[in-house]
């Protein structure tokens, strides 16, 4: 099963606008990373958040990770048609050298 | 330029016939590994390899084989490939053999696999 779940599935937003996707995982991590992927390529690494921290920016990207709740959020502010991809967030569940990916969330921004 | 590149970008086979999807990375990593992925179910990783000669299972590892004769190398083999087999592969490679996830991952571009 997965342990990382993003939400929504799919997002269709106007260029300018934020996009906020989620991800809810079920065991204790060390670390959370989130990846896109523009259709059909590989993935790219974005961001990484500790367990100990609470939020990290990166340019028009922020992080936030909520241990009590075990879910992260991912932030684009003033999004552009550019952003347009999948979004995908990734787990190491309790030590393991298996890193595991959710099923992403399509983001659509309009121009 | 730091990359990962994966052979072929494209591949159309049949049933039962051996093949090969090649990767190489030029960032003298230890961590290499493989995923498919299939619409609905995401990344999937297959095997992984910790160093030269050292490899290990992953989530989907039935029907695959890979091989780490040397560091920068991690082909993946189908000795016998069936349609369920019919994926988009990704490499990956990472600098650590500690936690990975301390660790960004680099993709390759992917490789298209049809099994007719």
């Known amino acids: 099963s997965q342990q990382g779940e993003e939400d929504p599935q799919a997002l269709s937003i106007q260029e300018g606008e934020n996009a906020t996707m989620n991800c809810s995982y079920k065991?204790?991590?060390?670390?959370l990373q989130w990846y896109r992927q523009n259709s059909g390529r590989g993935l790219v690494h974005l961001i990484l958040i500790r367990s100990n921290e609470r939020e990290k920016h990166s340019g028009r990207l922020r992080v936030t990770l909520d241990t009590s709740k075990k879910s992260s959020s991912l932030l684009i502010t003033a999004s552009r048609a550019a952003d347009t991809a999948s979004y995908f967030c990734?787990?190491?569940?309790?030590?393991?050298?298996?890193?595991?990916f959710g099923r992403g969330t399509s983001l659509i921004v309009h121009p | 330029e730091a990359q990962v590149t994966q052979n072929p970008r494209y591949l159309i086979t049949v049933t039962g016939k051996k093949l090969t999807v090649t990767c190489s990375q030029n960032?003298?990593?230890?961590?290499m590994s493989w995923y498919r992925q299939d619409p609905g179910l995401g990344l999937r990783q297959i095997y992984y390899?910790?160093?030269?000669?050292?490899?290990d299972k992953g989530d989907v590892p039935e029907g695959y084989k890979v091989s780490r004769k040397e560091k920068r190398n991690f082909p993946l083999i189908l000795e016998s490939p069936s349609p369920n087999q019919t994926s988009l592969y990704f490499c990956?490679?990472?600098?650590?053999?500690?936690?990975?996830?301390?660790?960004?991952?680099?993709f390759g571009p992917g490789t298209r696999l049809l099994v007719l």
């Open positions: 990956a490679s990472s600098p650590t053999t500690g936690a990975v996830s301390k660790e960004t991952q680099y």
């Open positions: 990734a787990t190491e569940p309790g030590g393991s050298y298996i890193p595991t």
């Open positions: 390899s910790m160093n030269v000669e050292v490899t």
């Open positions: 960032m003298n990593h230890e961590y």
């Open positions: 065991t204790s991590i060390n670390n």
